[in-house]
């Protein structure tokens, strides 16, 4: 089990060794900071460094210097090594956080490119922009290749967006609750063409025109537009033809956990469906204007 003040030696991209620490648990929930420590073995509690904090100080980070600390769903990963705990001080008990991750390899290896950052940063940003532009090649490719799968026929699709119980208005789990149960109720392959229907008609209301009528970030708009197919096929389709309709400050975010739910509820097994279309801001590269 667990505990606050727990410290994990990890091993660094270049083969030295790094260091974790736990502050807090919040139910499967870890406030997790990188120290400072970098060496070539692993370090013992008494080292100072353990209790310090790396600093985010590389690239966006510039600006606006943050702790490398963050939120992680779940506990490390078993490849690294317990060495003893630094019980936490009253102070480190109460620090906050508004970061969360699931990646602890993103928290695991700070130490080593912020060493980067102060020591050779000149190739390290050399390879960092190529490693992202050829990311950024390959997303475009993969958005490029977007093609719908086998989709729910509309009919009825719209019959179960219809048993949503907007009386429980307020209470988003009560309102899709009655979807849910329906579409448990069918087979898997019934699941699974509705969340492609569902990924499919998102999709085509994100655009350019309506993220700017929508406003917020790039979740918020796909949560508004989650609220225009929840709203049925006549507001959807008055959205998707003009870009003016579309609602501002009015999300449902619940409607993108209907078919993992009733996959889960249905198979008792993690929802693992890949959608030929992803819903996600940006995605649909004919609604946004491309760099030449």
Not at 28 to 38: D, G, H, K, P, R
Not at 39 to 62: G, M, N, Q
Not at 153 to 161: D, K, S, V
Not at 206 to 221: L, N, P, S, V
Request: net charge positive.
């Amino acid at each position: 089990m667990l505990k606050p003040g727990d410290v994990f030696a990890t091993r660094q991209p270049k083969g030295q060794y790094g260091a974790i620490r736990i502050l807090r648990r919040r139910g499967n929930e870890y406030l997790v900071y990188c120290t400072t420590y970098l060496a070539r073995r692993p370090p013992s509690l008494d080292d100072p460094a353990l209790r310090k904090w790396v600093i985010h100080t590389r690239f966006e980070y510039a600006a606006a210097p943050e702790p490398a600390m963050v939120w992680m769903h779940a506990g490390p990963p078993e490849h690294l090594q317990l060495i003893g705990n630094i019980a936490p001080t009253a102070a480190e008990r109460k620090r906050k956080c508004m970061s969360w991750g699931y990646d602890w390899t993103a928290i695991t290896d700070d130490v080593y490119y912020e060493w980067r950052w102060r020591n050779d940063r000149r190739k390290y940003e050399r390879e960092e922009y190529a490693a992202r532009a050829r990311a950024d090649r390959e997303e475009r490719a993969q958005k490029r290749r977007q093609k719908p799968k086998d989709m729910m026929a509309l009919p009825e699709f719209w019959n179960f967006i219809a048993q949503l119980d907007w009386s429980n208005d307020g209470n988003d789990k009560k309102i899709v609750a009655p979807v849910i149960d329906a579409l448990a109720a069918k087979s898997v392959r019934a699941i699974h063409t509705f969340e492609e229907r569902l990924a499919n008609l998102l999709y085509q209301i994100d655009t350019e025109a309506h993220a700017k009528r929508a406003g917020g970030t790039d979740d918020g708009f796909l949560y508004a537009r989650c609220i225009c197919v929840a709203r049925g096929p006549k507001f959807y389709g008055r959205v998707r033809a003009n870009p003016g309709k579309m609602p501002r400050k009015l999300e449902f975010e619940a409607l993108l956990g209907i078919a993992a739910t009733a996959y889960e509820k249905k198979t008792g097994r993690e929802f693992a469906y890949r959608t030929g279309c992803s819903c996600e801001t940006g995605s649909n590269l004919k609604g946004w204007p491309q760099p030449a």
